[in-house]
């Protein structure tokens, strides 16, 4: 089956199912994403994918909402652009995103001020060095979800980390803040490889831009508590 309806003033078909992002991109609609993964399971944390439905109150993630017969559909009005912007302003505002370069371009494409929010929290975090494949730099993290995600049922069904805390308390952590040699982690480095931010980064990498040799890791403390 197939849905009809408008995108961006021009009428498009789409398979039924097809999400209205899938669609735009279908159509070669640039909507930008950062909580998407192609590998994960879309959950509309971040909402910079919002789009404009005629009808809606509300702008609506389009890394979720499915297409649908009728619908009106614009992916850059003035009130998506200015929702995109303030997203960006606010993540500049509270995190650390010298790390993420895509979120970096957008900051550009969106004309977003990094200084818009001065007396904003920062959520700073002392980097995690507690195994030798990857550091942890939660200040960094933009809380997308994709490395629970890919360490859980989307990938690896490992579920050595999760959220913890709440409101601006939230961040990524293991159960009782153990150390990651503590947990499930099986060290297959899958949250490394989708996180967008630096915020997770491999131990050599690390090493390396604090002017140490990688042989170092061999002999790091690995955070394993020893066997009495
Ligand atoms: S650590 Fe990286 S992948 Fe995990 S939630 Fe934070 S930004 Fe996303
Ligand atoms: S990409 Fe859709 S809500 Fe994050």
Redesign the pocket.
Known sequence: MTVTFILDGKEVTAEDGMTLLDVARENGIDIP????HEKTT?N??????VVEVEGQRVLQ????VKAANNMKVQTRSERVTRARKTILEMLSATMDLSEAPEVLAMMKEYNADANRFPEAERRESEVKDDNPMYIRDYSKCLLCWRCVQVCADDVQYTYAINFSGRGFETQIGTFFDKAIPETTCVMCGQCVGVCPTGALKPKREFLLEQGKSPNEISVMNTGRKKRK
Not at 44 to 49: D, G, P
Not at 61 to 64: A, E, K, Y
Request: aromatic share 6%; glycine share 0%.
């Open positions: 994403t950062i909580c998407f879309a509309a944390l971040c909402r910079i994918c993630p389009s890394c979720i």
